[in-house]
């Protein structure tokens, strides 16, 4: 906000008679933008405001005229070594698509330069966002898709172009507030989900050393391997929410994982952009969570080894240069935080481990289970906020079971307490398999494990 710019009459309050409420406007990012600031209502204010209202104008002029002068230089020095037409694109064509890369590369540099000054001004130089890929990266789509015959994938190109200009080269990652924060989510995830305690002490570690530090926060690649119903999936979803990161989540136990993280081969015509692509460049942050889960089961392809991008995304130096192959776009994977489950690590190559920290986790105890099971009965009852919360002895009677077979088991008991009339849960809505035994019993006559 370095210039200001009156634009209404000041309005005077009375609890201030000696000040005015000015409507002023500041020269920002190539446009003038307004604000209300309650100033001296002296004549020396007003000659300052109208000199800085002078300034500001002539800024912006200066700024349009600056824009216009580098778009023709691009557009004269391209139309100059203009490269032969593509046999499969007709002359006029490629010259529309010529003009429209230059143009592009002119307003990408402009858009970078302004990101750029704002983000060093902003908290004395720890802004909250960090570049994720060289300002020029997002032509590379426009350039294929001039010389690409293939019309679904030259219009996939150009949608792709389109949502990266608009999101810019920086993205947002934890600021000191936001770290603060996490700190307070860490300690509440401890409470209902202390058999974590050893990742959790991992993470609030790093946390305090960016604090110190003063950057951004990175967390080492973490595996965690368990029985199965120990509740892995579930808490790295809840250490997501945690620290305020959008989570994007592949199993590997599914049929299309070969080119699930870095993309598919462009010369296919089905061809997609990989899960690290999606969750960096098209999304508004840096640093989401990955989540892999059951990465043990990859053993079950003989054809391809969908682990091996993993080789490179998580070492940090190699992770800082990463390329999409179906969009050609290479982009910084180095601030994702990598969570990856197993149930067995017989079935993980030892390269692989090498590149985490491995955390065992043990089923939770008897006290453990409860507090667990009304963590999840929290999270379930936030869906129907019309019904009662759930009495702890229907929690107890369902600590035994995983966090995802609680959570079908409630889902079910708030239906049948819904076709009955109720808008509480009682012992009967809950099902019997879930329970493991007869409905009639009492808590007391069950065990957790």
């Not at 802004?127 to 293939?150: C, F, H, M, T």
């Amino acid at each position: 906000m370095r210039k200001y710019i009156p634009r209404v009459p000041p309005s005077y309050d009375k609890k201030f008679p000696d000040f005015a409420l000015r409507d002023v406007e500041y020269f920002n990012d190539g446009a003038a933008r307004s604000f209300k600031l309650l100033l001296p209502a002296t004549e020396q204010v007003d000659q300052l405001l109208l000199q800085c209202a002078s300034d500001a104008r002539n800024r912006e002029a200066e700024f349009a005229e600056e824009r216009a002068r580098k778009i023709d230089e691009e557009r004269a020095a391209r139309h100059a070594s203009k490269p032969e037409p593509s046999p499969f694109i007709s002359p006029r064509k490629k010259d529309a698509d010529q003009y429209s890369v230059i143009d592009a590369r002119a307003e990408l540099r402009l858009q970078f330069d302004f990101q750029r000054e704002q983000a060093a001004d902003f908290e004395q130089g720890w802004s909250g966002k960090v570049q994720v890929y060289a300002w020029e990266e997002p032509v590379k789509l426009l350039a294929q898709a001039s010389s690409n015959p293939d019309r679904q994938l030259r219009d996939r190109d150009r949608v792709l172009f389109d949502q990266l200009k608009a999101l810019g080269a920086f993205r947002q990652v934890s600021r000191s507030q936001d770290l603060q924060l996490a700190l307070d989510g860490l300690k509440a995830l401890r409470d209902t989900q202390p058999h974590f305690g050893e990742v959790i002490d991992l993470i609030e570690g790093q946390v305090l050393l960016a604090l110190e530090l003063g950057q951004p926060l990175r967390i080492p690649p973490i595996l965690i391997a368990g029985a199965p119903g120990v509740g892995k999936t579930h808490f790295t979803l809840d250490l997501a929410r945690c620290l305020a990161r959008p989570i994007y989540r592949h199993s590997f136990d599914a049929a299309h994982t070969s080119d699930a993280l870095t993309g598919s081969d462009r010369h296919w015509a089905n061809t997609e952009v990989g899960l690290v692509f999606r969750g960096v460049c098209l999304g508004k942050r840096a640093d989401p969570v990955i989540l892999m889960d059951e990465i043990d089961k990859t053993s079950n392809y003989r054809s391809t080894n969908p682990l091996a991008p993993l080789h490179s995304l998580l070492e940090p130096v190699t992770a800082c240069a990463v390329v999409d192959i179906s969009s050609g776009i290479q982009f910084d994977a180095s601030h994702v935080l990598w969570v990856a489950t197993a149930n067995d690590l017989a079935g993980v190559p030892e390269p692989i481990q090498s590149r985490f920290r491995i955390f065992h986790i043990q089923s939770p105890s008897a006290e453990q289970a409860i507090v667990l099971a009304q963590n999840v009965a929290s999270a379930v009852h936030r869906r129907y906020p019309g019904f009662e919360a759930p009495p702890r002895r229907l929690i107890v009677l369902l600590a035994h079971a995983t966090p995802r077979e609680q959570i079908q088991a409630l889902e079910q008991a708030y239906a049948r307490a819904l076709v009955n009339g109720r808008r509480y849960l009682v012992h009967q809505d809950l099902p019997v398999d879930v329970l493991g035994g007869d409905p009639g019993e009492t808590s007391d006559d069950r065990c957790l494990h």
